[in-house]
């Protein structure tokens, strides 16, 4: 990483790209049949899928949601429990049985569909297992070690009720976002290898053939990234320099409800600012219609 440049800068720049390939491509992988055009309308619009379980849906912006809180908190995600406890809780959003389950580690036992292997049950042990979990993981210093050791050890852990794969996935991203390199969305990756791959290491403890799936991953995902990157051509570098600044200024605007003569500029979306739709709608209805 540049020393110029901020935490989830190259993130940043294929943002909209990004949400949809790690939304669509994390939920297909977990059975979810909602097509990259159906994960674009949801996205983009707001519209569901006809004929689909809205868990389904929920599923898909809560990975969204996922992608927009690791590259919004570039600078302060990590392998601690501050990250993967909210990490979980985005991705469990709605999904789970007990709703006091998400975000918190697993106070049942658990098993695994098709799999004799057990992980641990007691409260006490999953938590030691977690916290050491963590720690191994913050003192790898080689971001692809860091990544491919939490999406082998996370799920073989199972330290969540649920979810424990998306959180796996996703958390895969965070040395990519911090170092500024090209994030892992599992682009092209068909759902019955990663499913073979998985077992392998519930039953073997091998890690050879997800370590495969890990590395063809990656390099789908740089290379598409590359391309993206290139057709966007090069980043304002005073937007990326002063993006703090700039959504600083922006949410002044909207949370000081400044009327059309105070504020300094139009505002195009607010979701990438970090303002509550609440405060959104109370400047909205002192800003007025268009031309007033």
């Keep these: 990483m540049s020393g110029q440049e901020q935490a989830g800068t190259y993130a940043l720049q294929i943002l909209n790209r ?23 309308r949801l996205i983009e619009f707001g519209q569901e899928a006809e004929g689909r379980d809205r868990f389904e849906a929920q599923m898909i912006l809560n990975h969204k949601d996922a992608v927009e809180f690791l590259v919004g908190n570039a600078a302060e995600i990590g392998f601690n429990r501050y990250t993967i406890l909210n990490l979980h809780a985005i991705l469990a959003n709605n999904l789970l049985a007990d709703e006091r389950a998400a975000g918190r580690l697993r106070h049942i036992g658990v098993g695994i569909d098709g799999s004799v292997y057990h992980p641990p049950e007691t409260p006490q042990l999953v938590e030691e297992c977690f916290n050491q979990l963590l720690a191994t993981a913050a003192a790898i210093t080689d971001p692809f070690g860091q990544s491919f050791f939490v999406m082998v050890q996370l799920p073989y852990l199972q330290p969540f009720d649920d979810v424990n794969k998306r959180v796996s996935r996703m958390a895969a991203n965070i040395p990519f976002i911090r170092a500024n390199l090209s994030p892992l969305s599992f682009t092209d990756l068909p759902r019955s290898l990663y499913a073979h791959a998985t077992p392998g290491v519930y039953e073997l403890n091998r890690i050879e053939l997800l370590r495969d799936v890990f590395i063809w991953s990656y390099e789908r995902s740089a290379e598409r990234y590359a391309a993206v990157r290139h057709s966007l051509g090069e980043p304002d570098p005073f937007r990326l320099h002063h993006r703090d600044a700039l959504r600083a200024v922006v949410a002044e605007v909207v949370q000081g409800r400044m009327d059309r003569k105070t504020a300094a500029a139009h505002i195009a979306s607010f979701a990438r600012y970090s303002i509550r739709p609440g405060e959104f709608t109370a400047w909205q209805e002192i800003w007025g219609p268009r031309g007033t």
């Design 18 to 40: 990004l949400l949809m390939d790690a939304s669509w491509n994390s939920s297909r992988l977990e059975g979810n049949t909602y097509s990259l055009l159906d994960t674009r």
